[in-house]
């Protein structure tokens, strides 16, 4: 089995925008338009926006990758223990990863507290969406 090389940021960020989501995820005519604006995006479960958003570069088991470009593991990554660190690297990017702060509060605490709930990781305090908004600049 050869190693799948990920693609560019932006092609998988594109490639997300298209996609029809997870599977047994449906969207409406309306929500289709929303799904094209990233400022609007429809999904509000952290493991819909994890599968919508992060899987891309972080992989579907949330290992990471290494190819074109270097993706950290997020699957028992004890840096995911200060729940206000994913927080912050979703709000505001860092490196190759760019910002998601089109999310809603409340999207960013979803996503945020799925990955540090699944592939491995055991966090049991939760980001709240009070969380996320005292950490947006």
């Known amino acids: 089995m050869r190693p799948v090389k990920p693609l560019s940021l932006a092609a998988l960020f594109l490639a997300a925008l298209s996609a029809t989501g997870p599977v047994g995820a449906q969207r409406t005519d309306a929500q289709s338009s929303d799904f094209a604006d990233a400022r609007r995006f429809p999904y509000q479960n952290g493991e819909q926006l994890y599968h919508a958003i992060c899987q891309g570069c972080h992989m579907p088991d949330g290992k990471g990758a290494t190819g074109a470009g270097s993706y950290p593991a997020l699957a028992t990554n004890p840096n995911l223990e200060a729940g206000t660190y994913p927080v ?41 969406s009070e969380d996320v908004k005292g950490m947006r600049h």
């Open 88 to 128: 912050h690297l979703v709000v505001n990017g860092q490196k190759a990863m760019p910002s998601f702060a089109y999310l809603s509060d409340e999207q960013v605490a979803a996503v945020v507290n799925y990955v540090r709930t699944h592939f491995g990781n055991g966090y049991k305090d939760t980001v709240t």
